[in-house]
Structures are given as C-alpha cells and as structure tokens.
C-alpha cells in the first residue's frame, strides 16, 4: 500500500475551487507540487505552491507536515516570511487510482475554510467532477462547499 506521501508526491493541478486567492483573476494555472524529504527523523512535504502573475511564475513555500492522529491531515507552515504562517488541511476524498483527490482548509487569520478538487491531470471530464461533487455531498464537511466551487 502506498503511503499517503508517496501519493501525494509530485504536482497536482487545482481543477476546482472556493478559495478566493484563485478566484479574483489575478493568479492563473496554480499548482501544488509535493516532494517527500527526510530531517531529524522526520519525514514531510516540501510544499511549493506554483501560478502565474503578470505573465511570470510565482511561489509560495512551505512544509506539510502529518497529523500523527490521522494519516490524511497535515499542518503546512510557511518557509522564510510565512513561516509565522500555519494552516491545517486534509484530503477528504480520494479515487482509487489516486488521479484525483478533494481537500478540506481550515480557515486562518487571512483565509476562510474551503476545498480544492485536485487532480494529477491539468483536466478532469465533466462527468468526472460531477461525480466529485456527488460524493462531497455525502459529507457533512465538504458538501457546504460544493455550491461555492468554481472550476479553474
């Protein structure tokens, strides 16, 4: 069995959205880009949040680390200025070909709670996130987000 790191590892487009930093047009094509490493024992996510802004790729660094309470939660802390920065987040639905997944964030001092559908591929079929959405709706977190998603 995969490990949940080993799942998330490498980039995922951001298909589906509430967050209102994608949504206001002046940030396009964001994506997260997940590595695995190793310090003091521990292994976490190198977070890098990648977009385009006035025609030129930004990022936002960070770490992720595991909820060692539940192996789909995590806790990202900003690198460098952000570092004062930290947001709890979760993958609440996955596929089982792990192509795609929904993530649940909390809300911070500079962000509302929302959901990102995510995806290994820059597109998902229609059909495919209807279907996301139908499964949302199952659960009591997500399915009060599901009229807020807008596709990227």
Known sequence: MNSILNILSGTWFIISTNFP???DGTKTNPTFNYTITKKNGKTFLIDEVKYIKNKKTKTINGFDYLNPNNDKAFTWQGK???????????IKLIDEKNEWAVIWFSKTLFTPEGV???????KLDKSIIEEIKTKMLADSVLKKHVNSLIEL
């Open 116 to 122: 990102d559908i995510i995806s290994k591929n820059s």
């Open 21 to 23: 930093m994608w949504l």
């Open 80 to 90: 460098g200025f952000l570092a004062i920065a930290k947001s709890h987040w979760e």
